[in-house]
């Protein structure tokens, strides 16, 4: 009995393992975990089909079939689930006036053990070298829309002067010793940014259809005793409902890749700080 249930034992594992690697990347969000789940479960229907993975309990190019739709079904469900918005009612921060209204969220926080003045003096420094997958997972994102060329890594070019240069697709909108935001418009699924947005006001006014808003900020908490928290959250909307559609397909697809920087950068910002503690 207990070999017959170690196929089961070993999908469990497995999925729970995956499932709490997600979770420290980028806080589970049910309509991400469906389209990769959809993915993985139609990628092992779809083998079946070729060769039943008996293993797995797939024991019939039929059964294996049968799979390969479940998991597409999956997949499709979680890509096309429509989105809510959310509408801050009290303003705690920039980001609050920048993007008040949105449909889609992440939010990551690390605390540090140096004061706010040299976590921010870090978050200046921090370059793209000190986020290691940042090149490969940029790779992956081009070639899912079909670019296959090499990406040259941006090396030692420190992330925040990079996004406030206006050929990064970014826009400044809001800085101070304590918070940075920054914005982005225009089409991210098809790699087409709107640029040459005119700061905040052009953000604010920026409402071309079939398209996207987002913006995300830094921001550095003093907890006193020389630790600091810094608080990173990435928030967007489409400006209508097509631009919405479109823009909770491309969401749920880099949710993880976007969760696994933003968590690396918090992790580099850290280790930078603490350092010249």
Do not use: C
């Not at 920039?94 to 449909?103: A, K, N, R, T």
């Not at 089409?187 to 996207?212: I, S």
């Amino acid at each position: 009995m207990l070999s017959k249930g170690l196929p089961f034992l070993l999908i469990v594992a497995i999925a729970s393992g995956l499932l709490l690697l997600f979770n420290y990347f980028a806080p589970l969000e049910a309509t991400s975990v469906a389209v990769y789940a959809g993915l993985t479960i139609a990628l092992a229907g779809l083998a079946s089909v070729v060769k039943p993975l008996r293993f797995f309990a797939i024991r019939s190019r039929r059964t294996g079939l049968l799979v390969l739709v479940a998991g597409m079904a999956v997949t499709f469900a979680g890509l096309f689930w429509p989105a809510h918005s959310v509408r801050i009612a009290a303003r705690h921060n920039h980001l609050d006036e920048v993007l008040p209204e949105y449909q889609f969220v992440e939010r990551h926080e690390v605390r540090i053990h140096a004061t706010p003045e040299r976590v921010a003096a870090a978050m200046e420094e921090t370059t793209f070298d000190d986020i290691r997958v940042f090149v490969a997972l940029m790779q992956v994102r081009a070639m899912a829309y079909g670019r296959f060329r090499r990406m040259p890594s941006p090396g030692r070019r420190k992330i925040l002067a990079t996004f406030a240069n206006p050929r990064s697709g970014f826009v400044p909108l809001y800085q101070d010793s304590r918070e940075v935001v920054m914005g982005m418009a225009g089409r991210p699924w098809a790699n087409a940014p709107a640029l040459g947005l005119d700061g905040a006001a052009g953000f604010a006014a920026y409402d071309a259809p079939d398209a996207m808003k987002t913006a995300f900020n830094l921001l550095v908490e003093d907890e006193g005793g020389g630790w600091s928290r810094v608080v990173t959250e990435t928030r967007a909307r489409g400006t209508d409902g097509e631009g919405t559609r479109r823009m909770a397909r491309y969401w749920r697809l880099i949710y993880p890749g976007s969760g696994m920087i933003r968590r690396m950068w918090l992790n580099a910002i850290r280790d930078r700080a603490e350092r010249a503690s």
